[in-house]
């Protein structure tokens, strides 16, 4: 791998990548069964070079944004190449996202330029924001012929003759904005520099290596702050290969892991248990001596991986399972305390390690992960190289809010100092996370001191971001809270929104009301909705200017209602 | 009564999603949020997704299920394929 200590940007270590490794395989991208792209370093230079050169040309500043809207593809990472080869600033946005959401966030970051799968600008143009568009250079991935692009360009065909020219960036200038929530309420923009990205890839690396042959299916978004740094960063500074897949559908991302031979692969808790229970499934339809047979190998591997997992005997006692996985892949990383311990235990039998960490956008990527040594189905491991963590003001259990430092936190929030002094106190970035050391310094989450949830799909929502879709409800008043906000129960596993409503005088909570709040509690996308209303008999604190005060709310909801019986499933 | 192409995609999807996800055809209704009627994650949809690309013999690119819970919706994306 190339020493990133002797990198001051992320630009200069890419392309030096690109000159050490001339004939790896980089990227590789299927659409289905199809492969569509197969890039060596080499390749990638051809293609991204002349991108860089167009931007250049087309007046892209040193420091300027360019924000990226793309599913998992070989053109993210080449586009977000050029935006650093020339010293750009990529804001990774959330393709899932709507397109009102992207304005937001495009006006927000400044970006002056754009790539954009085509399916998305069209939606974008075609939103009544549009209007306000500050974007000046658009440019569109795969459009179709003769399609209408609202004065963007075709991505295929923007590319100069000639070498751009390398700008340099200092360790402290930003890198990326990434959005970690934040669109109809306050928007959080995490600035991050090319010091935070690497500092993170040294320490990621430092325990999970990568190298050329290595090969990293990228499921996760690539404006993830995982893939990101996993899929894209880690992988080329090492010589190793991404294989991106047009489609998510679980038929095709398990023939990839055997087609390509995956080696690591990030997943969202969701997609694991959906592993697990498809592996559940199979074994079930063994039959009953081969069942047997297959259970005690896996009893046999769990007692020989008690001490220390041992891969390569593993795959010989277990030869069947594990090509069902291509037979190469040596970790699954996962995030967040969503995991059920029976889960990475489930993995680990099989020999296979899922490497649970703990981490936010505010923190690079990740700030604990599991090392395997030892293995800890209950815990999201322990600090990375670089990383200190405390717990601040801990109760008697040892609890409290978990405060991280290191070189890979934020700058700071973009536009926000209010809400960036808050976070980030005398260098210590709170993460409103609620956890525990164990005795051999494994971090314990226990639930999240601050209002919001984050969904199995590993998607942060903040209650203030879906209050929106209840303006002009014909109630007195209403307030969108996180339940475990209100009634803190130490746990993560029963995390959803609740809707509290004020009625107005001699109002009743009737049919018509609750098909109100339904309907529009279904204009919001699946992971985003409700779970829950509770009525509440008092008026809602405000401040002078009127804003709820939501943490006194808060308090005293969970002073005088029972979760179990004041919410009332929506 | 006369049915429309969309109206025949949509029966044919409902019936698809009832003998997927085994449940009786009749609980099932065009504008059924499928999420909570199925019982099923996002995952699970795009398997649906799958199944309906074999039937109609088309490819639905992922991102056209995309903000889409309900039925009809669905059909009316297949149908603009079809």
């Keep these: ?570 | 009564m006369h049915m429309t192409m969309t109206d025949k995609t949509l029966d044919e999807i409902l019936t698809l999603a009832a003998a997927h996800f085994n449940v009786p055809r009749q609980r099932l209704t065009p504008d059924d949020d499928f999420f909570k009627t199925l019982g099923i994650d996002s995952l699970q949809a795009l398997d649906l997704l799958t199944k309906l690309e074999n039937h109609f013999r088309i490819e639905l690119p992922d991102y056209e299920l995309q903000g889409v819970s309900d039925f009809r919706t669905l059909a009316s994306r297949i149908q603009a394929r079809l």
């Excluded at chain 1, 969108?480 to 009634?487: E, G, K, Q, T």
């Design chain 1, 1 to 570: 791998m190339l020493n990133l200590d002797q990198y001051s940007c992320l630009g200069a270590a890419l392309r030096d990548a690109l000159e050490r490794w001339p004939d790896e395989v980089c990227l590789i991208e299927s659409d289905r069964n199809r492969e569509k792209t197969r890039l060596t370093y080499s390749d990638f230079k051809e293609t991204a070079r002349p991108l860089a050169r167009a931007l250049q040309d087309a007046d892209f500043k040193p420091g300027d944004r360019a924000a990226i809207i793309m599913t998992n593809q070989s053109k993210w990472l080449i586009s977000a190449y050029a935006v650093f080869h020339i010293g750009g600033v990529v804001v990774p946005l959330d393709y899932k996202l709507t397109a009102t959401e992207h304005l937001q966030l495009l006006t927000h970051s400044r970006a002056k330029f754009l790539v954009v799968e085509y399916h998305l600008w069209r939606a974008i143009t075609h939103a009544p924001e549009f209007s306000h568009n500050q974007v000046k250079t658009v440019l569109v991935t795969e459009a179709p012929l003769g399609a209408d692009l609202a004065g963007a360009f075709r991505w295929e065909e923007f590319r100069r003759k000639g070498e751009p020219e390398f700008l340099s960036r200092k360790r402290d200038d930003i890198a990326c904005i990434v959005y970690s929530s934040g669109t109809g309420g306050r928007p959080k923009g995490c600035v991050l520099t090319h010091e935070n990205y690497l500092e993170q890839c040294k320490s990621l690396i430092a325990w999970y290596p990568f190298w050329p042959g290595v090969r990293y299916l990228s499921i996760l978004p690539t404006n993830h702050a995982i893939d990101f740094m996993v899929g894209f960063i880690g992988p080329f500074v090492c010589g190793a290969c991404v294989v991106h897949l047009r489609t998510l559908r679980p038929d095709f991302v398990r023939d990839a892991f055997v087609k390509y031979k995956i080696t690591y692969v990030s997943l969202v808790p969701m997609v694991l248990k959906n592993l697990e229970r498809g592996l559940k499934a199979k074994f079930q339809e063994l039959s009953s001596v081969k069942r047997f047979l297959l259970n005690r190998m896996i009893s046999l591997n769990r007692a020989f991986a008690r001490k220390r997992l041992n891969i390569q005997r593993s795959r010989r006692l277990l030869r069947e399972v594990h090509e069902g996985f291509g037979g190469e892949l040596l970790a699954m990383f996962t995030g967040g305390a969503f995991i059920e311990p029976s889960t990475l235990q489930f993995f680990y039998d099989l020999g296979i390690p899922v490497a649970n960490g703990y981490g936010l956008t505010e923190a690079g990527t990740s700030l604990t992960l599991n090392d395997f040594r030892p293995f800890r189905a209950d815990t999201v491991g322990k600090p990375l190289p670089g990383v200190e963590l405390r717990i601040l003001n801990p109760d008697a259990d040892g609890i409290g809010e978990v405060a991280a430092h290191g070189k890979t936190i934020m700058a700071y929030y973009l536009d926000d100092p209010e809400l960036t002094a808050g976070t980030i106190v005398e260098g210590w970035l709170l993460t409103g996370d609620l956890g525990r050391f164990d005795g051999i310094g494994h971090l314990q989450l226990f639930g999240r001191k601050k209002n919001m949830i984050v969904t199995e799909g590993g998607k942060n929502i903040y209650p203030e971001d879906v209050e929106t879709v209840f303006d002009g409800l014909p109630v007195k008043e209403y307030c969108v809270f996180a339940a475990n906000y209100i009634w803190p129960d130490k746990q993560l596993g029963r995390e959803a929104l609740v809707l509290v409503l004020r009625l107005d005088q001699n109002q009743e909570f009737d049919d018509r009301l609750k098909a109100d709040i339904v309907a529009r509690n279904r204009k919001l996308p699946d992971f985003k909705r409700v779970g829950g209303y509770a009525i509440w008999s008092e008026d809602f604190p405000r401040t002078a200017s009127m804003k709820i005060k939501r943490n006194l709310l808060a308090e005293e909801l969970g002073e005088h209602l029972d979760r179990s019986t004041a919410v009332s499933e929506l």
